[in-house]
């Protein structure tokens, strides 16, 4: 059998027994508060795990990415809502998906995209489900609840022959907040977000049966889910060290982590320097109070446990610094992970997961790559 030992590095890490308590403790709450769970699976880019977060087989599921959408539709997933703006280049792909009996709805949030998607469904004689994107903090994309072109929109999709499934929003900004009380109110403002634009189009005559909110830390912090019909949720598969410093979760429940090989010491003896860096890493930073604490990503030793005080503190293509109050003088070849700041990130710079049950390896991942 393969060990850690024998691995090429940098490896992507997946701790099995992790991995399943951070999806049931999601799946519980939610299941308590009377609300479906709809996972991203833009985190874990892998059928297999997707399956066992999902509700059932076929879904439902959120992606960010058409390829992810073509990938786990081969694997048996039918529900699926694709959570990115629609661009017109990416209909033909979306049409092609719901010819082959797939459920997949599309987001949109401006007169023109659903003029240019009202066109290409004339022309092909298809028929898309489309979500209306409401933006309720600020943070990226969409429409205020109480923007009148929101039933313009609505209209002009229902008159085009296209399903007006309901709304869909995203609390992004809940990753800039530094207290739990915060990330709760900023919840309570995404859910009375979605439901006031949906009582607004069901007043206009549309019936409105999705009312979609998510991000992990709003969905852990929620209390009051009333009118939601589902929540969506990723990167709370694996967690992180963003998902820590909010404190969602604790650098101990992070289920992945980078295996990297120290490849010596910087001159002054001060920084190891590990055959890790932003291409196994990412460069993602994180929380900006947490960032003199987290640097790129915490240090464990082979078997995972944390190294108090040590961090990644620099890192360029192939080379990460790693650095503390007392960095220990390791040999050249000893083996340390690397607990990741973003997971989403960092597991995108790798094309599978090196599963391990009870410390051992247990397996091989692939995840699907590209847009």
């Given at each position: 059998?393969t060990?850690?030992?024998?691995l090429?590095?940098?490896?992507l890490?997946?701790?099995?027994?992790?991995?399943?308590?951070n999806?049931?403790?999601?799946?519980?709450?939610?299941?308590?508060?009377?609300?479906s769970?709809?996972?991203?699976?833009?985190?874990?880019?892998n059928?297999?795990?997707?399956?066992r977060c999902?509700?059932?087989?076929?879904?439902p599921?959120?992606?960010?990415?058409?390829a992810?959408?073509?990938?786990?539709?081969a694997?048996?997933v039918?529900?699926i809502?694709y959570?990115?703006?629609?661009?017109p280049?990416?209909?033909e792909?979306?049409?092609?998906?719901?010819r082959?009996g797939?459920?997949?709805?599309?987001?949109?949030d401006?007169e023109?995209?659903?003029r240019?998607?009202?066109?290409?469904?004339?022309?092909?004689?298809c028929?898309?489900?489309v979500l209306?994107?409401?933006?309720?903090?600020g943070?990226r994309?969409?429409?205020?609840?109480?923007d009148?072109?929101?039933?313009?929109i609505?209209?002009?999709?229902?008159d085009?022959?296209?399903?007006?499934r309901?709304?869909?929003t995203?609390?992004?900004?809940?990753?800039?907040?530094?207290t739990?009380e915060a990330?709760?109110?900023l919840?309570v403002?995404?859910c009375?977000?979605?439901?006031?634009?949906a009582?607004?189009?069901r007043?206009?005559?549309?019936?409105?049966?999705?009312?979609?909110?998510?991000?992990?830390p709003?969905?852990?912090?929620?209390?009051?889910?009333?009118?939601i019909?589902e929540?969506?949720?990723?990167?709370y598969?694996?967690q992180d060290?963003?998902?820590?410093?909010?404190?969602v979760?604790r650098?101990?429940?992070?289920?992945?982590?980078?295996?990297?090989?120290?490849i010596?010491?910087?001159s002054?003896?001060?920084?190891?320097?590990?055959d890790?860096?932003?291409?196994a890493?990412s460069?993602?930073t994180?929380?900006?109070?947490?960032r003199e604490e987290?640097g790129y990503?915490?240090?464990?030793?082979?078997?995972?446990?944390?190294?108090?005080?040590?961090?990644?503190?620099?890192?360029?293509?192939?080379?990460g610094?790693?650095?503390?109050?007392s960095?220990?003088?390791?040999?050249?070849?000893s083996r340390?992970?690397i607990?990741?700041?973003?997971?989403?990130a960092?597991a995108a710079?790798f094309?599978?997961?090196?599963?391990?049950?009870?410390?051992?390896?247990?397996?091989?991942l692939?995840?699907?790559?590209?847009?």
């Amino acid at each position: 059998m393969t060990t850690l030992a024998a691995l090429t590095t940098p490896c992507l890490l997946l701790e099995d027994e992790k991995l399943q308590a951070n999806m049931d403790r999601l799946a519980r709450r939610l299941h308590e508060r009377g609300v479906s769970l709809r996972p991203h699976l833009k985190t874990c880019k892998n059928i297999e795990i997707a399956r066992r977060c999902m509700e059932s087989p076929s879904g439902p599921a959120t992606v960010s990415t058409l390829a992810e959408a073509e990938y786990f539709a081969a694997g048996g997933v039918h529900d699926i809502c694709y959570a990115v703006g629609i661009a017109p280049n990416k209909l033909e792909r979306v049409a092609e998906l719901r010819r082959r009996g797939i459920d997949l709805s599309v987001v949109l949030d401006n007169e023109e995209s659903a003029r240019l998607l009202v066109d290409f469904a004339r022309q092909r004689d298809c028929r898309l489900a489309v979500l209306l994107e409401i933006d309720c903090d600020g943070h990226r994309a969409g429409l205020r609840p109480d923007d009148p072109r929101l039933t313009a929109i609505a209209a002009l999709l229902r008159d085009g022959g296209q399903e007006v499934r309901g709304v869909l929003t995203h609390a992004g900004s809940a990753y800039d907040l530094p207290t739990t009380e915060a990330i709760a109110a900023l919840a309570v403002q995404e859910c009375t977000a979605a439901n006031t634009t949906a009582r607004l189009l069901r007043e206009a005559g549309f019936p409105c049966p999705v009312v979609s909110v998510g991000s992990t830390p709003t969905a852990f912090f929620g209390e009051d889910f009333s009118g939601i019909t589902e929540v969506r949720a990723g990167v709370y598969v694996f967690q992180d060290l963003v998902m820590a410093g909010l404190g969602v979760c604790r650098p101990e429940d992070l289920a992945l982590s980078v295996l990297t090989t120290v490849i010596g010491r910087q001159s002054d003896g001060s920084a190891l320097i590990i055959d890790a860096g932003w291409m196994a890493l990412s460069r993602d930073t994180g929380l900006p109070w947490k960032r003199e604490e987290f640097g790129y990503g915490l240090v464990c030793d082979e078997a995972g446990n944390l190294i108090p005080g040590l961090r990644v503190t620099e890192t360029n293509q192939e080379h990460g610094i790693v650095s503390g109050p007392s960095c220990p003088a390791l040999p050249a070849g000893s083996r340390l992970r690397i607990l990741p700041i973003h997971a989403c990130a960092t597991a995108a710079c790798f094309d599978s997961y090196t599963v391990l049950r009870e410390g051992r390896i247990s397996g091989r991942l692939e995840r699907c790559r590209g847009w």
